[in-house]
């Protein structure tokens, strides 16, 4: 599992009074590799294997650690094509954002989807197998939902860093 390095700067800021540097090492290595046992996870932050695991099992209890993922090579899965849209909604009301978020949790290219602040309401990270699947969703999916006023798409070309998990 890698967390993902937003979700550290967010436990850092919430957490920082409950988080000793022991436990800000176990974070960096678990980041760096979920998959890592806890003997070696103990030894490279210097405690005992059984006080690295209550640590660890602590910060699972507390939600501090949400999750282990693997992390999937989308292009071997076939889904290599990856956007990010900015959608603009036609009006701002609760109702209107419910309603494209009920609707684009059920699609499956999207991956991620952002409420956000700014000039736009959201930001989506889609993934398909290539340009005429993402024009399909563009244009079915999207396209299709009343509440939505505007899209612009960001192609990724590549991606030189990435830490999402």
Do not use: W
């Not at 494209?100 to 991956?111: G, L, T």
């Not at 736009?120 to 699947?133: G, K, M, S, T």
């Not at 079915?140 to 505007?150: F, I, N």
């Amino acid at each position: 599992m890698r967390l993902q390095s937003q979700f550290l700067c967010q436990i850092y800021s919430q957490y920082m009074s409950k988080i000793d540097q022991k436990s800000e090492h176990i974070l960096r290595e678990l980041t760096a590799n979920g998959r890592i046992s806890n003997i070696e996870l103990a030894d490279r932050v210097g405690l005992s294997a059984s006080a690295c695991l209550r640590r660890v099992q602590e910060m699972e209890r507390s939600g501090l650690i949400k999750g282990y993922r693997a992390v999937l090579d989308r292009a071997a899965l076939g889904s290599g094509f990856v956007a990010y849209i900015g959608v603009g909604l036609r009006d701002h009301s609760k109702a209107s954002q419910e309603a494209f978020e009920r609707s684009i949790s059920r699609a499956p290219e999207v991956r991620e989807c952002h409420n956000i602040t700014g000039t736009i309401e959201y930001l989506l990270r889609v993934e398909c197998a290539d340009l005429p699947a993402y024009k399909s969703f563009h244009t079915d999916t999207l396209g299709a939902m009343p509440q939505v006023s505007s899209i612009t798409s960001y192609v990724v070309m590549g991606s030189p860093k990435d830490e999402r998990a």
